[in-house]
């Protein structure tokens, strides 16, 4: 039995008590879906000697708060070419520090990696943040276009789809796949796992290229045992309405890690939540929401649920 912690997007909301937490925990590993900053991408760097305080292997997937400037941010979301290549001139320097001033977390990104055991992860495209412009197919550009074709040679959703695609071919299953964004085709209400809550019309704001890879994962007999990702917070923003967090698709569990906020108050408790993940041989993966208070922990299994 593997035991894995899935930590969603922070936004700043970690500190001390997660790090003995996570320490004195049984976990094999701490998986982190991205978005650690705020608005303020240097804010980001204040978070670092936490992260660098835990003793568990930790993989982080940048997300798209991570290292971006606000108007690389405005620039995608308004679809402005001229703000995505302005703001991309501070990327590179902040990625060349957090690469520099991490000392345990395993930065991923188009990256193949082996955790305990025989359980492998692939971790997708980093810095994703969804679209809805798909009418240029293969062509169109990935998020953060300008930084994306100088770290990684990625520019289109294309070249991303077959960099999956190769990642996948080089897998020896079992194993999983870490994203910040999740795949396309799992709804498109905002109650849906990756369904717009913020756009006049709902919307499936899931990757293309993501869901591309899991259906060539499962073409060639090669399907992962999980998809994990983040980046659509749950609850809702409309109305706080609950937000699906976990499913299973043809054999294959999809998990939204995103609960915003990560640390709340509720009913005099203040309570710090993430996801266990279990993966065994005899057994599909096991997925349980974890809300953590002075090292007890609470946990729910329920899809919709947002407390235990």
């Not at 992860?121 to 550009?141: V, W």
């Not at 849906?192 to 019309?201: K, N, T, Y």
């Amino acid at each position: 039995m593997i035991k894995l912690a899935i930590i969603g997007d922070m936004h700043m909301q970690f500190d001390e008590e997660d790090v003995r937490f996570l320490n004195a925990s049984e976990y094999d590993a701490v998986l982190m879906v991205g978005d650690l900053a705020s608005k303020n991408p240097d804010s980001l760097f204040k978070l670092l000697p936490l992260l660098n305080q835990v003793t568990k292997p930790t993989y982080l997937i940048p997300g798209n708060h991570d290292t971006t400037g606000v108007r690389q941010l405005i620039g995608e979301v308004t679809h402005n070419q001229f703000l995505i290549n302005f703001g991309a001139s501070s990327q590179p320097a902040r990625m060349q520090k957090l690469k520099a001033e991490l000392q345990h977390v395993i930065l991923c990104g188009y990256s193949l990696h082996t955790l305990s055991g025989n359980l492998s992860m692939i971790a997708a495209r980093p810095f994703s943040m969804g679209a809805t412009d798909t009418t240029r197919g293969d062509e169109t550009p990935v998020n953060f276009r300008p930084f994306m074709e100088k770290e990684y040679g990625i520019g289109t959703i294309g070249e991303s789809r077959k960099k999956l695609r190769q990642l996948i071919d080089g897998v020896n299953p079992p194993y999983f796949i870490l994203a910040h964004h999740g795949p396309h085709g799992l709804g498109s209400l905002a109650t849906d796992m990756f369904g717009a809550d913020f756009l006049p019309q709902e919307t499936d704001f899931g990757d293309r290229d993501l869901a591309d890879a899991v259906t060539y994962a499962q073409s060639i007999g090669k399907p992962p045992l999980a998809v994990i990702a983040g980046h659509m917070h749950y609850p809702t923003k409309h109305g706080k309405k609950p937000k699906q967090w976990w499913l299973r698709k043809d054999g294959i569990l999809y998990v939204n890690a995103a609960r915003w906020p990560r640390i709340f108050k509720h009913e005099g408790r203040t309570l710090r939540h993430h996801l266990k993940l279990e993966v065994s041989s005899e057994q599909a993966p096991q997925i349980a929401a974890c809300y953590v208070e002075a090292g007890q922990v609470f946990t729910t299994t329920d899809d919709r649920a947002m407390l235990p």
